[in-house]
């Protein structure tokens, strides 16, 4: 096949009888024709051929194209019906391996369209609601269709979606899965490039290597007695220690449930590092979520400092002054650095905080303001007294969440930021704002569109040199999914940015760097659709070198 050329798309529909019918073209791969099996899996033995077309109930009944979609142009189709779409979560499945779908394409749920997973920002977002466009017993069209660089899906020909996703790179494995209601299908196939089944490789075992002088994973999935580790943030102490905290999630990855802060210490920059440690837990196998570790440094006394949520409504603190083996009792400081307009949702960071030439500690937090519907906002949490007292500092304007700060060297603050805005035309890029008191307020914000990122946290940390001159440094994942991780370096305080070092092209998510010494930096980050926090240390000349 000619992959160069541009695949003529044609996608005709004619009534024949009661049924709608798919015109084929040249280039079609067929997986289920006029209701008939022609080349697909059946993975768990569920789907029954019927007078309408293959149909199967259940969560966990998937059906497998026999080919997968490979580079360029392309068009999937399928026709499809669901029994009752009150009940039903069905969905086109991209990437699916026997553990895990990386990307759900869910036709209906809670009477809406939603993506979900890897494929769209590892976040579940709403699409837009049903309105009649898909109703209970009525057949209806699913065409995914990439053009050049951009992604579209459409049901019934309306456009639903759009996404990002390079001509260059293979798209992967298609499934259909039943979800709760009956699912029907009448036609699924493809016009484009295939490639067979059994050479496709799932996410997790593709071989993608790891940049930088040497790499450890500090925290694995399943091991120290949690399932998963997540949300990490990372300082190196006046001792010289590399502090790297995390959450453990005993039952399972999910965000909310029984969840502890941990804690591993490296004393050789990260080279080996010291046995886990549990630095805060809540109420046994209780579901009390204490997460969102977020520590600075005070240079001055050398205390460590580490703010922490519970069930993210609640903000507390505890210190260290023993380089981070042992910890003191948390006090809670909510009715403190919570103002009480401030709806429910509360977080710190995630992410490291910082300390101003002043003596100044700054935390990164965030919050809900009393219009939620306008998004959450970011503030800072200072203190002026080495940890004595703490206080609410500046918020910044603007829909925005899970902010990492840096200290300039001109004395400005300069704040990165998540945006969190839900719909379907997200910027997939950052947010950004200067402060010039140490905090107290802010510029108005703006988008750095140079700064391609998906929906998720990232790292940013100011180094200064030795040969003089200040580098701002953002590690992020540099894709509209959760991969591609990427330190990239301002050389004018987050003006403009070089292309940087790639990290790691698979799957990588939160993370967060620190300066090991005026050569080196250092990144921890969720690796492989969170199976490791992973770090890695990274000579500085090798992200500045590409400009």
Not at 181 to 193: D, N, P
Not at 436 to 460: H, K, M, W, Y
Request: overall charge negative; proline content about 3%.
């Amino acid at each position: 096949m000619n992959t160069s050329r541009a695949v003529a798309f044609i996608f005709c529909f004619y009534l024949l009888g009661t049924h709608d019918a798919v015109a084929a073209t040249d280039d079609t791969t067929w997986f289920v024709r006029d209701g008939k099996a022609v080349d697909v899996v059946d993975a768990t033995g569920a789907w029954q051929s019927t007078r309408h077309g293959l149909a199967a109930t259940g969560n966990s009944s998937r059906l497998d194209a026999g080919q997968t979609v490979g580079k360029g142009d392309f068009e999937v189709f399928a026709e499809l019906r669901l029994k009752d779409v009150g009940k039903d979560h069905a969905s086109l499945m991209l990437d699916a391996d026997d553990k895990m779908s990386t990307g759900e394409f869910v036709f209906s749920r809670n009477d809406h369209i939603y993506v979900r997973g890897f494929f769209f920002g590892d976040r579940t977002q709403r699409v837009r609601p049903l309105n009649g466009l898909i109703q209970s017993g009525e057949w209806f069209r699913v065409r995914v269709r990439r053009e050049g660089n951009l992604v579209t899906f459409y049901v019934n020909d309306q456009d639903v979606w759009k996404m990002e996703y390079e001509s260059a790179r293979p798209f992967g494995k298609l499934s259909l899965n039943a979800g709760k209601a009956r699912l029907t299908v009448r036609s699924f196939g493809v016009r484009g490039e295939t490639n067979p089944l059994e050479e496709w490789t799932p996410r997790l075992t593709r071989d993608y290597s790891l940049a930088g002088e040497q790499h450890t994973d500090v925290y694995l999935r399943g091991q120290g007695g949690y399932h998963t580790y997540r949300i990490p943030a990372i300082v190196k102490s006046t001792e010289g220690t590399l502090l790297a905290f995390a959450e453990g999630r005993k039952k399972n990855q999910f965000d909310h449930g029984d969840i502890d802060i941990v804690l591993r210490r490296s004393v050789d920059d990260g080279r080996t590092w010291l046995p886990m440690q549990l630095v805060c837990e809540e109420g046994g196998d209780a579901r009390v979520t204490i997460g969102n570790p977020v520590p600075v440094i005070d240079r001055d006394t050398g205390k460590i400092w580490l703010f922490f949520c519970r069930d993210n409504v609640d903000v507390l603190a505890t210190c260290s002054e023993d380089d981070g083996q042992s910890w003191s009792e948390p006090v809670e400081l909510t009715a403190t650095l919570k103002r009480s307009e401030w709806t429910g949702w509360y977080a710190t960071g995630p992410c490291h905080g910082v300390q101003l030439a002043n003596g100044r500690l700054v935390v990164p937090a965030n919050h809900n303001p009393p219009t939620r519907n306008k998004g959450t906002r970011v503030h800072m949490i200072v203190s002026d007294d080495h940890g004595a007292t703490w206080r609410i500092g500046g918020v910044v304007d603007g829909p925005t969440n899970e902010n990492s700060v840096a200290a300039l060297g001109d004395g400005r603050l300069y704040v990165n930021a998540r945006i969190s805005t839900h719909h379907n035309r997200k910027p997939y890029c950052r947010m950004v704002a200067y402060s010039n008191d140490g905090g107290d307020s802010f510029e108005e914000p703006l988008l750095d569109r140079q700064l391609t990122c998906s929906i998720c946290e990232a790292s940013v940390l100011n180094v200064t040199r030795q040969q003089g001159g200040d580098v701002l440094l953002i590690a992020n994942p540099c894709s509209q999914r959760r991969e591609r991780m990427t330190v990239r370096a301002s050389e004018d305080a987050g003006q403009t940015w070089n292309e940087g070092l790639r990290i790691y092209e698979g799957s990588s998510a939160y993370c967060d760097l620190v300066q090991l010494n005026d050569e080196e930096i250092g990144l921890i980050f969720e690796r492989d659709l969170y199976q490791s926090l992973t770090f890695v240390r990274i000579k500085l000349s090798s992200v500045l070198e590409n400009e």
